[in-house]
T-cell receptor, first 115, second 115 residues
Framework: DAKTTQPPSMDCAEGRAANLPCNHS???????VYWYRQIHSQGPQYIIH???NNETNEMASLIITEDRKSSTLILPHATLRDTAVYYC????????????????FGTGTLLAVQP | AAGVIQSPRHLIKEKRETATLKCYPI?????VYWYQQGPGQDPQFLIS???????DKGSIPDRFSAQQFSDYHSELNMSSLELGDSALYFC??????????????FGEGSWLTVV
């Protein structure tokens, strides 16, 4: 699975959009981009995933560049409860030839939402 | 919606004792994963099971073993506990091979303290 690079920390004002970048320059054609977050000492929480197209759900939007070498997770209106470590993970699903389905966590971005 | 259930949520054991953690996956999920997260660290993959067979193995110590039962729940057995085993242990579950890339859902974790 391709490696990802994320800034170690970011700040965001409450109510503003939080834009979390992720670099995955070695991503292969069938690898998905997943985003999870972990609020302190809780289980990692699934946010969103995508392959090529931008995706949006009730939690966030995922913008993937055309060359797929980077992506941005957007939390449209950050709240204090969004303070967490955000993980960007690239993974090849089993049905596309991946060996297994496990997630490998990197260091993530600590997003601190300020009041 | 039903989530991944882990028990116990907190466990205190002495060195050289044995501990067993249980995990009940989301209904109809056939794959279970175990992760270990030490203080200040990112979650580390230990082992996974698909249809009661080990599907992948990570950095799981030889003192640890796990299995998945016919009802798809899983147990992580840890023997000869060491102080360094003190950590948050997460179980996660997913479908093995759904369309559009599968999503892994995590439980809230079991805190193990070895004294």
């Amino acid at each position: 699975d391709a490696k990802t690079t994320q800034p170690p920390s970011m700040d965001c004002a409450e109510g503003r959009a939080a834009n979390l970048p992720c670099n995955h320059s070695t991503i292969s054609g069938n690898e998905y981009v997943y985003w999870y977050r972990q609020i302190h000492s809780q289980g990692p929480q699934y946010i969103i995933h995508g392959l090529k197209n931008n995706e949006t759900n009730e939690m966030a939007s995922l913008i993937i560049t055309e060359d797929r070498k980077s992506s941005t997770l957007i939390l449209p209106h950050a709240t204090l409860r969004d303070t967490a470590v955000y993980y960007c993970i690239v993974r090849l699903p089993v049905d596309y030839g991946g060996a297994t389905n496990k997630l490998i966590f990197g260091t993530g971005t600590l997003l601190a939402v300020q009041p | 919606a039903a989530g991944v259930i882990q028990s116990p949520r907190h466990l205190i054991k002495e060195k050289r004792e044995t501990a067993t953690l249980k995990c009940y996956p989301i209904p109809r999920h056939d794959t279970v994963y175990w992760y270990q997260q030490g203080p200040g660290q990112d979650p580390q993959f230990l082992i996974s099971f698909y249809e009661k067979m080990q599907s992948d193995k990570g950095s799981i110590p030889d003192r640890f073993s796990a299995q998945q039962f016919s009802d798809y729940h899983s147990e992580l057995n840890m023997s000869s506990l060491e102080l360094g085993d003190s950590a948050l242990y997460f179980c996660a579950s997913s479908l093995f091979n759904p369309p559009k890339g599968n999503t892994i859902y995590f439980g809230e974790g079991s805190w193990l303290t070895v004294v």
